[in-house]
């Protein structure tokens, strides 16, 4: 590929404005924004939402009797539907994808299930960013009813993480942390629910503690942990000097460690195919190559690289190049090229990657 082909392609896009509010022809520019709302299914409260108005402003202007001025209301209307236009260009087909990742998640959780008795298990996901631990987390809840799904963030304490665990489960949120654990271990303690909390990569070793006491032992819930390698390193750590007991305990609870982060460095053991890698990113009528694909393989096992969320951003990218819908196929070279250009940290790594596929791709083709 050219130079500067993908940014052209992200330029042209930059430029491109789907609404453009002008007084003089408001009710043309009401009839495409309903027929916009109709098409995608968005509501005019949510557009409310999005605007930071009531409802009863995006209806009244739509309608045309908005008693105030209209100029503000319908720029900031036009601006908000340009950035949902966008995104809509941007959106793959199909958003999750039950990846090898999501598999071994899902044995976690079963196994987790499965050997809570009179107390709960825990499970571990770790993994650094990227990999899909988040989605696949979420997936599960919602495919799950008996699942439950908190994220945790580092601003939160000990009392607004229970809050929110409250709040996902329908208890009451308010009180102390002591009367929102009792709460919490009157409402649990007969559903067996499996928790997961997701990004607690910063979770503290008394944090950990209450969780495992609270949730697993009183609650008799099974939790899964999401994070990276700091939420592995603070359980093992811990078990080495101050709060040794109470992880002696967390660990007695421990189900399983699903080590994303290892598993993908096993050679012998695939974390992703190449079916995965090609139900992720072909879309919209391109296809990969078989070294673009092995490329994008290679990547999502890069530690560092940001491995599925990377290959997206780029993939994504090219889509938008004249060029490569011509072709209709993605392969090793326009991977690199776009990474290039795009001023990715990982286009250092990736000639090495590409050649690699590339070599493989021509073996196949010999043999």
């Known amino acids: 590929m050219g130079k500067k082909h993908i940014q052209h392609g992200l330029s042209v896009d930059a430029a491109r404005i789907e609404f453009r509010y002008d007084a003089e022809h408001w009710s043309r520019f009401s009839e495409e924004v309903r027929a916009f709302l109709a098409e995608h299914k968005i509501t005019q409260s949510e557009l409310a939402r999005w605007m930071h108005v009531s409802d009863g402003v995006v209806s009244q202007f739509l309608r045309g009797t908005y008693a105030a001025d209209m100029a503000p209301v319908g720029a900031k209307m036009a601006g908000v539907l340009n950035t949902v236009a966008r995104q809509k260009r941007r959106a793959p087909v199909e958003k999750y994808v039950p990846t090898g990742v999501a598999k071994r998640i899902g044995t976690l959780i079963a196994e987790c299930q499965a050997f809570s008795d009179v107390e709960g298990r825990i499970g571990l996901v770790i993994g650094d960013s990227g990999h899909g631990k988040t989605c696949c987390l979420r997936a599960a809840a919602e495919a799950n009813k008996n699942i439950v799904y908190v994220q945790y963030d580092c601003c939160m304490t000990q009392l607004s993480l229970f809050a929110a665990i409250a709040r996902a489960v329908r208890v009451r949120s308010n009180g102390t942390l002591a009367v929102l654990a009792e709460r919490l271990i ?139 819908r011509r072709r209709g196929v993605i392969d090793a070279d326009a991977i690199l090229a776009g990474a290039v250009e795009l001023g990715l940290p990982i286009g250092e790594w990736l000639p090495m990657i590409c050649k690699e596929a590339r070599l493989v791709d021509q073996a196949v083709a010999v043999g």
């Open 186 to 324: 009157d409402a649990l303690k007969d559903r067996r629910l499996l928790l997961i909390i997701d990004e607690a990569s910063g979770v503290s070793v008394g944090l950990l503690d209450r969780l495992r006491q609270v949730l697993v032992v009183k609650s008799r819930c099974s939790l899964i942990l999401g994070g990276n390698a700091q939420l592995l390193q603070t359980i093992r750590s811990a078990g080495r000097g101050a709060g040794a007991e109470s992880m002696d305990q967390f660990n007695g609870r421990l189900m399983g460690v699903l080590h994303l982060d290892e598993l993908a460095a096993d050679p012998d053991d695939p974390l992703y195919t190449f079916e995965d890698v090609r139900r992720l990113y072909e879309y919209g009528g391109i296809k990969l190559s078989r070294d673009g694909a092995d490329a994008l393989r290679r990547l999502m096992l890069l530690p560092g690289s940001g491995r599925l969320r990377t290959a997206g951003v780029i993939v994504a990218a090219l889509h938008m190049s004249a060029v490569i």
